[in-house]
């Protein structure tokens, strides 16, 4: 089992699977650069590997994150490898929802239990302003594709 510095059991992951964004937020990447060169991350059976090793050590709660973890191509087959780590294990998503229309019910067949939108503003300049991008309308239909797919 692992434990931190306390003593106190950990239980939960955090699993960046990419640091790609397809937003600019201006808390996030003030100077809008991106952060790593493409090719430089862990592979999806690397990205497994690691999360099987902790998952045997105790951890009860994987969440999948980013930068935005919808730009990964094989984002369904990660998360299908992480449901069969242990089908118990809590395993939720963060995204900031661009994306999430097309991938919802997807992510859900592929065992996703749980979703998490990141959502500065419900208006649309507030919106464009922070994140650097149009697309409140997107992550509006992504929210309501999670709902209809059964991912709350």
Same mark, same amino acid.
């Given at each position: 089992m692992l434990t931190d510095g306390y003593g106190r059991?950990?239980?939960? @992951?955090r699993l960046s699977v990419t640091d790609a964004c397809n937003f600019s937020c201006?808390?996030?990447?003030p100077d809008?650069?991106? /952060?790593?060169?493409?090719?430089?991350?862990?592979?999806?059976?690397?990205l497994v590997r690691i999360a099987g090793a902790l998952v045997r050590l105790g951890i009860?709660?994987?969440?999948?994150?980013?930068?935005? %973890?919808?730009?990964? %191509?094989?984002? @369904?087959d990660i998360v299908g490898a992480l449901r069969a780590l242990d089908p118990r294990i809590d395993l939720s998503l963060t995204t900031n929802g661009f994306r999430l229309a097309r991938l919802a019910q997807g992510l /859900?067949?592929?065992? $996703?239990?749980?979703?998490?939108?990141s959502l500065d503003s $419900?208006? %649309?300049?507030?919106?464009?302003?922070?994140?650097?991008?149009?697309?409140?309308d997107a992550v509006r239909e992504g929210v309501a594709a999670a709902f209809a797919a059964g991912l709350n």
């Amino acid at each position: 089992m692992l434990t931190d510095g306390y003593g106190r059991a950990v239980r939960y @992951l955090r699993l960046s699977v990419t640091d790609a964004c397809n937003f600019s937020c201006a808390y996030c990447r003030p100077d809008r650069a991106e /952060k790593c060169a493409p090719g430089q991350e862990c592979s999806a059976q690397e990205l497994v590997r690691i999360a099987g090793a902790l998952v045997r050590l105790g951890i009860r709660g994987v969440r999948v994150t980013g930068g935005e %973890p919808l730009l990964r %191509p094989d984002i @369904l087959d990660i998360v299908g490898a992480l449901r069969a780590l242990d089908p118990r294990i809590d395993l939720s998503l963060t995204t900031n929802g661009f994306r999430l229309a097309r991938l919802a019910q997807g992510l /859900k067949e592929a065992g $996703l239990g749980r979703i998490n939108v990141s959502l500065d503003s $419900l208006d %649309p300049s507030a919106f464009r302003q922070l994140a650097g991008v149009e697309g409140l309308d997107a992550v509006r239909e992504g929210v309501a594709a999670a709902f209809a797919a059964g991912l709350n």
